[in-house]
């Protein structure tokens, strides 16, 4: 609110000039907010070579191409204005692109689709491009799911999407875009992250156009040649969207670990246990580590589910998060080296080889905090050390260790280990499950957990086959792990009885009132 | 197991299959002076006279050691495994029994006359078939109509990133099934690729006129019907970069012409884009510009 009062601010103060510019051929209207707001990433000739875009992948569009992935037109046609008009609005989620609705003015945001056109002699020399027609979509049902299904397996989206949609399909190793740099297939269980939205409107459009610039192709022909219905086309489209949640997940900073007692057979020893599906799951946002070189601007695992019980002995966090491969994998190895060259190993140092594991940490601090101040995020410093759980692919077991600082992590003696964890992957997911008694003998070494506390925790993860080693890692802030205690039957029968007994009190005085009334002659 | 088979032998399959696949305007192409030739029925005639023509006779010769073409592990597509015997090879240097170098796109850079209006041809046929582009080097005239079809029976996707021309993405997840496209603007090359099998390449190059052919197996090329005069011939390899060669061409003759080819080549820049550079010492990319 605060930047688009200012806009408007300068809007009101500044009328004259910016009418002027509007009719200056050397210096367009548009080209000002460019400059400003687009340039750094975009670059000023729209090559998409902006001192920005060498941290992200993908890189920023080139404009000069005129190639643009959210459209209502065909494979390799122009847009149309509004097309661009709508990312510029909204952004591309999954990438480095923000929305813009809220920071520029309407006007501001047309002069800018002037200006983005005028990059691209494609935009003089070609016919205004025509929209697609677009049928409305029908109701979901679940006939409608099952038939999509059917067709995601017959068209074979699973060859770069995987069977599961976590994007694990055999073809996604060697995946490129446009600028012939490494590209992920979308991961299809996370809407939320789809860079041409995730409507089932957006699915089926994506559907119908393709994004052109990456390799994701325009499946209208199947239409034309009689291969599936329009109305398939928009079960796929169901079928894709119900392989998220029906909402975007929301974050919650509290995770709760229930206390399961000693019934239903204690704490689940598998993370693949049936009884994992009804345990409450909690979404964790991860971002890259841009604080410490080398930092790391192209991270994989983009979020985590953590969930956990706990039985007044042990803890239990099963984290479960989508990873298209288990590393080290051969497969993935020239794609990984092709990550780590285009993210700029010789100004960050990566220290990424051929063979890197994926690897997870669950952080705590050393000591439980008496006030607020917790250790610095990334595992801790000098003065307030962090607990590590290290987990990791190739060795398939966690280890305690104390960190003083990213990196700095120290492994606990053999003798002194009390953590143990069982990993499973599958159809593009990790499941590791941590487990550690709440007390341990060594205090010293290892955080203690007293019953009924609640304990900062925050998490980071790598992917090996992503070129993620070291320092360059996905991390989340803290969160905090609230170990429940069981709920006493006082505490069920108290509001029980306080309800029974208000309820007896308000029918004693409601008779005893109407009785009253009865009793007094000359009231209707 | 592949036949890369010469310009002339490619036409005249791609006549034959014309007559079954009848005219389809290119969408890619419209606004083209040649896409507009087909889409409005204009028939222009072969300005050459042939009796005063005369005609280039070419071989690509390569030197030096001959790479062991890497093999291609078909094991995920087991119908094309099974199309290809399991013998798969990239495609990206072939060289035939008689040192002769596949898949060189040779046309005429310079000297012909612009004037000169030439009919779009016939159209040709880029096919899919044992998961590998049927041919892998394919010729065109600007406007000239180009059918992609596919005789697999799995998914491919054909991914064309031309810089000078519009690209496009579209799926062939069905055997048979087929579209036309062209290319109204002069290109050399343009990449096309298959994103399912990361294997699958093939290049197109577009011409101003007709005077473009690729090396077969033995590295054996012609170009016919050209007018008298002398002319700058470019041979195009996707890993050996260029090479050019003048030439003069007589009436009623035929001009013999020889290309080089050899190892120390490889890694020369391939005019085809966009190339994308990264710097990392100073920070900045640069893109190679390609230049017909």
Redesign the interface.
């Known amino acids: 609110m605060g930047t688009r009062a200012l806009v408007m601010a300068a809007y009101l103060l500044l009328p004259l000039p910016l009418a002027a510019q509007e009719t200056d051929n050397e210096n367009p209207a548009g080209k000002v907010v460019y400059d400003r707001w687009c340039a750094g990433c975009h670059g000023t000739d729209g090559?998409g070579?902006g001192?920005g875009?060498?941290t992200m992948l993908p890189?920023p569009r080139?404009f000069t191409?005129a190639?643009y992935q959210v459209r209502t037109t065909?494979?390799?046609?122009?847009p149309t204005d509004d097309d661009i008009m709508h990312v510029i609005n909204v952004g591309m989620p999954g990438t480095a692109m923000p929305g813009w609705e809220d920071l520029l003015s309407s006007q501001e945001r047309e002069d800018l689709v002037t200006y983005l056109k005028s990059m691209s002699r494609?935009f003089n020399?070609?016919?205004p491009p025509a929209q697609l027609e677009f049928s409305n979509a029908p109701r979901v049902s679940d006939d409608r799911i099952a038939e999509g299904a059917e067709i995601y397996e017959?068209?074979?989206c699973s060859?770069?999407h995987g069977r599961s949609g976590r994007a694990d399909g055999?073809?996604a190793?060697?995946?490129?875009d446009?600028?012939?740099?490494p590209i992920y297939p979308a991961n299809l269980t996370q809407n939320w992250r789809f860079n041409g939205g995730g409507t089932v409107e957006d699915i089926y459009r994506v559907l119908r156009t393709?994004l052109?610039g990456?390799?994701?192709?325009?499946?209208s022909?199947?239409i034309d040649?009689g291969?599936i219905t329009d109305d398939q086309l928009w079960n796929l489209a169901h079928y894709v969207r119900s392989l998220s949640p029906e909402e975007s997940p929301r974050i919650r900073e509290v995770i709760t670990a229930a206390n399961v007692g000693d019934g239903e057979g204690g704490l689940p020893t598998s993370p693949t246990d049936e009884r994992w599906e009804t345990v409450d799951k909690f979404y964790i946002p991860l971002v890259g580590q841009i604080v410490v070189k080398p930092r790391w601007f192209n991270p994989r695992v983009q979020n985590l589910w953590v969930q956990a019980l706990h039985d007044s002995a042990d803890v239990a966090m099963l984290v479960s998060w989508s990873d298209p491969s288990r590393s080290p994998n051969e497969e993935w190895a020239p794609f990984a080296q092709q990550i780590v060259?285009?993210m700029?190993?010789?100004?960050e140092g990566s220290t990424w080889a051929p063979g890197a594991p994926d690897q997870l940490v669950v952080q705590f601090p050393l000591t439980l905090p008496t006030g607020m101040e917790r250790p610095y995020f990334l595992q801790g410093d000098a003065r307030r050390p962090a607990y590590l759980w290290s987990w990791r692919s190739d060795h398939d077991r966690a280890v305690e260790m104390v960190a003083r600082g990213l990196g700095t992590g120290q492994e606990q003696p053999a003798s002194s280990q009390q953590v143990s964890a069982e990993a499973a992957w599958a159809d593009g997911e990790w499941r590791v499950l941590f487990r550690r008694s709440l007390a341990t003998p060594d205090s010293t070494s290892d955080l203690q957990m007293p019953r009924a506390t609640v304990v900062p925790v925050a998490f980071q993860a790598w992917d090996g086959n992503n070129g993620e080693a070291g320092n360059q890692a996905a991390v989340s802030t803290w969160y905090f792990l609230a170990l429940e205690e069981p709920v006493p039957v006082t505490v069920l029968i108290t509001p029980l009885a306080a309800f029974l007994l208000t309820a007896v009190l308000g029918l004693v005085v409601v008779t005893r009132a109407q009785r009253r009334e009865k009793e007094i002659p000359g009231r209707n | 197991m592949l036949e890369i088979s010469g310009n002339k032998g490619l036409v005249a399959f791609a006549s034959l299959f014309a007559l079954t696949a009848g005219c389809g305007g290119g969408?890619?192409g419209?606004?083209a002076a040649g896409g507009d030739q087909a889409a409005a029925g204009v028939v222009v005639e072969h300005p050459v006279d042939a009796a005063t023509a005369g005609s280039v006779s070419g071989t690509v010769a390569f030197s030096g050691d001959v790479p062991t073409p890497a093999a291609i592990d078909m094991s995920?597509e087991p119908s094309c495994q099974e199309e290809t015997g399991g013998t798969a090879v990239s495609e990206s240097v072939l060289v035939g029994s008689e040192g002769g170098l596949a898949n060189v796109f040779v046309y005429v850079k310079e000297g012909l006359d612009s004037s000169l209006e030439f009919p779009t041809g016939d159209p040709v046929v880029l096919d899919q078939k044992g998961c590998t582009y049927l041919p892998h080097v394919v010729g065109l005239s600007m406007g000239q109509q180009l059918t992609v079809r596919n005789s697999d029976e799995?998914?491919h996707?054909?991914?064309?990133?031309p810089?000078e021309n519009?690209?496009?993405?579209?799926?062939?997840?069905?055997v048979g099934?087929e579209?036309e496209t062209s290319f109204p603007t002069p290109e050399v090359m343009i990449p096309i690729r298959c994103?399912?099998?990361?294997w699958m390449d093939a290049y197109v190059g577009v011409t101003p006129h007709p005077y473009h052919a690729v090396s077969d197996a033995n590295g054996v090329f012609a170009m016919d019907r050209l007018p008298p005069g002398d002319y700058l011939l470019e041979a195009w390899h996707e890993l050996y970069g260029t090479t050019t060669q003048s030439v003069t061409v007589e009436q009623g003759g035929t001009t013999s012409v020889t290309f080089e080819f050899n190892e120390a080549m490889a890694g020369q820049p391939v005019p085809m884009g966009?190339?994308?550079v990264?710097d990392?010492?100073t920070?900045?990319?640069?893109?190679t510009i390609p230049r017909l």
Request: charged letters at 25%; a negative charge; glycine letters at 8%.
């Open positions: 090559r070579e001192p875009a060498l890189r080139d191409r190639l065909g494979s390799g046609e122009l494609f020399s070609s016919p017959q068209v074979e060859k770069c055999p073809s190793p060697t995946q490129k446009d600028s012939d740099l393709g052109d990456t390799p994701m192709p325009t499946f022909d199947l040649a291969v060259e285009a700029g190993p010789k100004d | 969408e890619a419209s606004g995920d799995v998914l996707n054909i991914n064309a990133t810089t519009r690209g496009f993405n579209r799926s062939q997840p069905q099934m579209f994103d399912v099998h990361g966009p190339v994308l990264v990392h010492t920070g900045t990319m640069h893109r």
